[in-house]
């Protein structure tokens, strides 16, 4: 219980001090493509300005949301049509009422929206448009979105979106460049591993993730496939260590992945990586034979 605790805090006490912190940050990525966020939190969304009105992508909670709305409107009146939810977790979902009341279609896809239905809460307002299937479009004018539902990995209905003709990724939750995974908050790693594969696939040049405490800095392709890598070393390495006699319950403290030293939370979260692997590794969601294969990709 104090190891929870601990880590709870570590996780969220540091959100409510700088929640204190007014500096928000508008970055234009491309033409009429903008992120939205605070570096000092760490949340970020984006949203698409077309000739036809404007495309909202994640609201995370009522404060973010109508700080949003504040930048939105000082680069365009065009009205707000879409606010598009990635996934069902609370402190995503949040806050889409502020862009209902501007008249927008709330979009998430169905297994999100159930999840929602059966948990609610008092900032989150239910979407009123549904979506299925592993993949839709939304075109708004000049612009067209692409909707990647992608299958088990984190959360329920996770939704990659990508704006095929700017080459533009939003992902949420599944990357985090430069710092460890926080594997414990409902990840499925092998499933997660699969869908960073496919993401790899995808045609895109930027990407701007959900979380990150950089100010300017917009990701890409790499940061995909170094989240991908790490899980991959990471089994590979827990494999080595047990071939070498080191116990179950040593793991977590003995094992080491200096190429990744330098990433945020490394050595704060890294043995939480290394419980949850081992756990995943040992009821057989992430089998012990499936030795990764190497991807070409660069």
């Given at each position: ?248 319950y040593a793991m977590p403290t003995t094992l ?43």
């Open positions: 219980m104090k190891l929870l605790f601990t880590l709870l805090f570590t996780l969220f006490i540091p959100l409510s001090m700088f929640a204190e912190k007014k500096e928000d940050f508008t970055i234009k990525i491309a033409d009429d493509v903008y992120r939205y966020g605070n570096p000092n939190i760490g949340y970020f969304s984006m949203f698409i300005v077309s000739n036809k009105g404007i495309i909202v992508i994640e609201p995370m909670n009522t404060a973010h949301s109508k700080a949003m709305l504040k930048s939105i409107r000082k680069i365009s009146k065009q009205p707000i049509r879409y606010l598009l939810h990635s996934h069902n977790h609370w402190d995503h979902s949040k806050g889409a009422k502020i862009f209902l009341k501007e008249g927008a279609k709330i979009v998430a896809h169905k297994k999100a929206f159930q999840w929602m239905k059966n948990n609610p809460h008092s900032d989150l307002t239910l979407p009123n448009q549904i979506w299925t299937g592993e993949k839709t479009k939304i075109s708004l004018g000049n612009k067209t979105i692409e909707l990647h539902y992608l299958g088990m990995n984190h959360g329920l209905g996770m939704t990659a979106f990508l704006l095929p003709k700017e080459k533009i990724l939003y992902l949420a939750d599944l990357v985090t460049p430069n710092r460890m995974p926080f594997v414990i908050a409902d990840f499925n790693i092998k499933e997660t591993v699969n869908t960073l594969r496919k993401i790899e696939t995808m045609d895109f040049t930027q990407a701007v993730f959900s979380h990150s405490h950089s100010k300017n800095s917009i990701g890409n392709k790499r940061d995909v496939i170094q989240t991908r890598e790490f899980f991959e070393d990471l089994k590979m390495q827990i494999i080595s260590e047990f071939q070498k006699g080191t116990s179950f080491k992945l200096e190429k990744y030293k330098h990433w945020d939370f490394y050595k704060e979260w890294l043995a939480i990586n290394t419980w949850t692997m081992m756990f995943q590794m040992e009821m057989g969601s992430f089998p012990w034979h499936e030795v990764p294969e190497k991807n070409s990709i660069k």
